[in-house]
């Protein structure tokens, strides 16, 4: 399964980005898939997840009300809508894809066992 994000940037606070994530279609219609994200020296945070039933959408605390993860299946893409940023954004978002997943774990790091490279958002 292959992954590949773009749509990072910089940008000011209170500013918004969407985050797109490409990738087959057997990722985008089975398993769960994720968006996460990650600074240096910390572990990846997972911000926001899709439930295989593809309805079943989990979020973060610290994003909730601000990020929405949508997905076009006739494009194999997945999105986060970002608003409202902050500093504490400030990141390397990666897009992750996982075959089979549990419904209480889709924003823990070890549901998943494919990532993309990743993509920069910097908050200012």
């Known amino acids: 399964v292959q992954l590949v994000e773009s749509g990072g940037a910089s940008v000011q606070v209170g500013g918004s980005l969407r985050l797109s994530c490409v990738t087959s279609?057997?990722?985008?219609?089975?398993?769960?898939m994720a968006w996460f994200r990650q600074t240096p020296g910390k572990q990846r945070e997972g911000v926001a997840s899709?439930?295989?039933?593809?309805?079943?959408?989990a979020y973060a605390r610290s994003v909730k009300g601000r990020f929405t993860l949508s997905q076009d299946v006739a494009k194999n893409t997945l999105y986060l809508q970002m608003n409202y940023l902050k500093p504490e954004d400030t990141a390397l978002y990666y897009c992750?894809?996982?075959?089979?997943?549990?419904?209480?774990?889709?924003?823990?790091?070890?549901?998943?066992?494919?990532w993309g490279p990743g993509t920069q958002v910097t908050v200012s």
């Open positions: 279609a057997s990722a985008i219609r089975g398993g769960c």
């Open positions: 992750a894809a996982a075959r089979t997943c549990s419904s209480i774990g889709t924003l823990r790091e070890s549901t998943y066992n494919y």
């Open positions: 899709r439930y295989i039933d593809e309805i079943t959408i």
